[in-house]
């Protein structure tokens, strides 16, 4: 057998990819990826991740609070999971699923349905990615509604993240990362103000959407509580104007708010949910929707369409295996109390904080362990020394001086985001509390010069 290395002299094999030193990894990320990444993390660089605990090339650990932003529900490298993984490769399982069936993603779809409100939605498809599972929802209430001519349209929401594919930042609130790209789906989408019940009466009773995607809690756009009456109200206008409703649980789903999917707060069922994130434990890239039969099969169950959206790694059997893993451990482990537990303490402790340095913080939002902080503007005097708002200087404070990772939200840098493992013990949860107070106490007595 020929050696790789023989072939090509600077190949690295995994083995020494774990063992690399930092300056090598830097130079390879800046050379042969986006080389931006390397000044933009901080220069952060992390060989281990166990539970709410990364290990850096010092042999230092970090305390993780945002989970690889909302991913790691149940911990980093859970080895519950891993286990469950490794029984696929033990058995020599069927792995793709593209253009055909097997056992563990049929296993997956039906305990994702048993999961669902009232267990409505019951016809799965799993993909690789977020972006990816919206592209999935976008073509689904397209290709259900396509004998319908009057109906034309998306409805979605201003400031909503919905991921960057192109047709996910058309139905995405944010121009920003709709730059550059022409017009994408731009003509065939409207967005109304998040939470306006009455835009979103008009726009639903015209009958020319095809559905209407939202975030019950805005994550990125940050951490904006959907009102109940917003999402009761875009039930009964969808079930009245025949518009497909998706509610887009990406990062909301998997126990993140105390529920297993965020709907079940304003005690509504879509017709389809989106997942990502938590779902697979964060080893595997599994994301996808679930959605109520009849408008699956308006879409794909037909020879003619069944194959409209089909992709190499769809159904993947890994994949599925860390879905059903995740699942299961999310349930045994009631990781849906512990985000209502875990989420009211750290909740309250930002409310304590917001009282006892007054100026410093506007407002706490979110649900369970979706906790969102937005910071006040820095006065005018110090605007050049701390930015716009104290949420950077807060959260570069907390991460430098205690390790604590961290992350505002992407489309709201104001807003500091608190989404960490629900398996997170309280030793870390409390390390984190105290040094956001001594974090917020620090840009307090900056504020005053
Ligand atoms: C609500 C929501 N939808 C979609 C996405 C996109 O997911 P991905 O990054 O896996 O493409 C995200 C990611 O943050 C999200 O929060």
Known sequence: MKKVKDVYSGFYTVDDAINMDVDTVKNLQETYSNKLKVVLSG????????????????????VDMMGAVGVMTVGNNN???????????KAKSYIMGAVSYHNIAAALYRNLALTTPGQKLTKAQISGGGAEAIEGVIKLCKIAQRN?????????????????????????????????????????????????????????SSGIYQGFIVEPIQGEGGVHVATDEFMQTAREYCDKYDTIFVADEIQTGCCRTGKFWAVEWPNVIPDVITFGKGIS??????????????????????????????????????????????????????????????????????????????????????????????????????????????????????????????????????????????????EDIEYALDAFDKSVEHVYKLSKG
Request: hydrophobic residues 40%; proline residues 4%; glycine residues 8%.
């Open 43 to 62: 220069g952060k660089y992390f060989k281990k991740a166990e539970n709410a605990g990364f290990i850096d090339h010092e042999g230092k650990r970090h």
């Open 79 to 89: 080895p519950f999971i891993w286990e469950q993984i490794e029984k696929v490769f």
């Open 148 to 204: 319908k001519p009057n109906k034309t349209k998306i409805l979605s929401t201003i400031n909503a993240f919905h991921g960057k594919t192109a047709g996910a930042v058309s139905v995405g609130g944010k121009d920003t990362w709709q730059m550059y790209q022409g017009r994408l789906l731009l003509d065939q989408v409207t967005h109304i103000p998040f939470n306006d019940v009455e835009a979103l009466k008009k726009e639903l």
């Open 281 to 426: 434990g964060g080893l595997i890239p599994l994301a996808g929707y679930i959605a109520k039969a009849e408008v699956y099969d308006a879409a794909y169950g037909s020879a003619e369409t069944a194959f409209h959206h089909t992709a190499t790694y769809q159904g993947n059997a890994i994949a599925a295996a860390a879905g059903i893993a995740a699942l299961q451990f999310m349930i045994e482990n009631d990781l849906c109390t512990a985000a209502q537990e875990k989420g009211k303490i750290i909740k309250d402790s930002m409310l304590e904080a917001q009282k006892k340095y007054p100026g410093i913080i506007k407002e706490v939002r979110g649900r369970g362990c979706l906790i969102g902080v937005e910071f006040e503007p820095v006065q005018a005097g110090l605007k050049e020394k701390y930015g716009e708002n104290w949420a950077m200087e807060c959260e570069h404070y907390f991460s430098e001086e205690f390790r604590i990772q961290i992350m505002h939200s992407f489309n709201n840098p104001k807003v500091f985001r608190w989404l960490p493992p629900l398996t997170a013990p309280m």
